[in-house]
């Protein structure tokens, strides 16, 4: 979606049909916010029902928090062909803290499990 957000104007030019196209540009960038804050609400929502552990909560908060910043310097940088770069940098940075954070979780409660 970040990378349609970037393009959308060639893209449109081109006569694609992306959702960030149909969408428009504002509604375009709460599509994008509400994917990356459901990324970390379904995680969260999968600690509380028990289908992960719950030491993955604290660390989903925490990587959530990191995220968030990295996705407010993208968004004051906008989305176009010339952010285009910084923004696939930034978007990888964010998958990045996302699975970091809920590998290192599993990983100290694998340890802890394990009395190690």
């Given at each position: 979606m970040v990378n349609?957000?970037?393009?959308?104007?060639?893209?449109?030019?081109?006569?694609?049909?992306?959702?960030?196209?149909l969408l428009g540009e504002k509604r375009a960038l709460w599509a994008n916010r509400l994917f990356l804050?459901?990324?970390?609400l379904i995680q969260l929502t999968l600690a509380l029902v028990g289908y992960i552990p719950t030491i993955t909560i604290a660390f989903t908060l925490l990587g959530a928090f990191l995220a968030?910043?990295?996705?407010r310097k993208m968004e004051k940088h906008g989305f176009s062909l010339e952010t285009k770069g910084a923004s696939m940098g930034g978007i990888s940075k964010i998958y990045l803290i996302h699975c970091a954070f809920l590998a290192?979780?599993?990983?100290?409660?694998?340890?802890?499990?394990?009395?190690?």
């Amino acid at each position: 979606m970040v990378n349609n957000s970037c393009d959308r104007i060639a893209d449109e030019i081109a006569g694609r049909r992306t959702l960030a196209i149909l969408l428009g540009e504002k509604r375009a960038l709460w599509a994008n916010r509400l994917f990356l804050t459901l990324a970390f609400l379904i995680q969260l929502t999968l600690a509380l029902v028990g289908y992960i552990p719950t030491i993955t909560i604290a660390f989903t908060l925490l990587g959530a928090f990191l995220a968030f910043l990295v996705w407010r310097k993208m968004e004051k940088h906008g989305f176009s062909l010339e952010t285009k770069g910084a923004s696939m940098g930034g978007i990888s940075k964010i998958y990045l803290i996302h699975c970091a954070f809920l590998a290192i979780a599993l990983l100290v409660k694998y340890v802890s499990y394990r009395g190690g």
